[in-house]
């Protein structure tokens, strides 16, 4: 991995709506497919053809009825290569039966910047102040996602070190906690941290069995471990 500043990186910005290309997630985890590996997947690629490529994409989630039924869609956002959109695109209908279509244009402020294609690196934010790249090498260590009744998910990420969830407290359901000498100070969870990675974090804190925590939205369905905690507020 490398690491470095966010002042160190020239992300792209806009508060003009943009063109936006929409995915209908659920179709994704029906189908056991990692959205941000196969995002990750299709940038990377990209940047080892064109290594001199500046561009920050932005994820804004919502509710959809844009595929005729009520729906979890991701909008990805391209800003600074018009290429990209086509490049994202190519890549879910590579997938098969995945409902993409360029959307109405959605407003790059309304989401996060969640990769941003600088110095010929694919880069990803680790924390609000340190962004970071996979090596070539690390190209195949990309996130596993297990099912959640089997256990925790291995990512490697690290967002989720702070993960004051911000949600009704039914939303979780663990085994009861070991009680502990030393007081846990809680924070709040970035939202774009993964489920997968708050869960092991709060097994990790209350000393619970791998796998004892799931994160439901308010519906009672537990979220898969790729998704994103802001995905589990708005479903509540």
Not at 47 to 67: E, I, K, Q, R
Not at 178 to 206: L, N
Request: charged share 30%.
């Amino acid at each position: 991995m490398i690491h470095c500043n966010a002042s160190e990186l020239n992300v792209r910005s806009s508060r003009n709506p943009l063109p936006a290309l929409e995915v209908k997630v659920d179709s994704l985890e029906e189908r056991d497919i990692d959205f941000c590996a196969t995002v990750a997947k299709a940038l990377a690629d990209f940047v080892l053809a064109h290594p001199d490529a500046h561009a920050t994409v932005y994820l804004y989630g919502t509710m959809s009825v844009n595929f005729h039924e009520p729906a979890w869609s991701e909008f990805l956002i391209p800003l600074g290569d018009k290429r990209l959109m086509q490049v994202l695109e190519d890549a879910f209908r590579r997938l098969g039966d995945v409902p993409t279509r360029q959307s109405d244009y959605v407003s790059p402020a309304q989401g996060s910047a969640m990769f941003h294609l600088e110095g010929g690196h694919v880069w990803e934010p680790e924390d609000a102040l340190t962004w970071l790249a996979r090596e070539a090498q690390d190209e195949t260590s990309a996130t596993v996602v297990e099912d959640d009744s089997t256990g925790p998910a291995t990512t490697d990420d690290s967002e989720g070190q702070d993960w004051d969830l911000d949600i009704p407290m039914e939303g979780a359901v663990a085994a009861e906690p070991r009680r502990s000498e030393q007081p846990t100070r809680f924070r709040q969870a970035r939202a774009d941290a993964r489920v997968g990675t708050i869960k092991r974090e709060i097994e990790r804190v209350f000393g619970l069995p791998a796998g004892s925590v799931v994160l439901r939205g308010g519906d009672g369905a537990a979220l898969r471990s790729d998704a994103f905690i802001r995905t589990l507020r708005s479903r509540w």
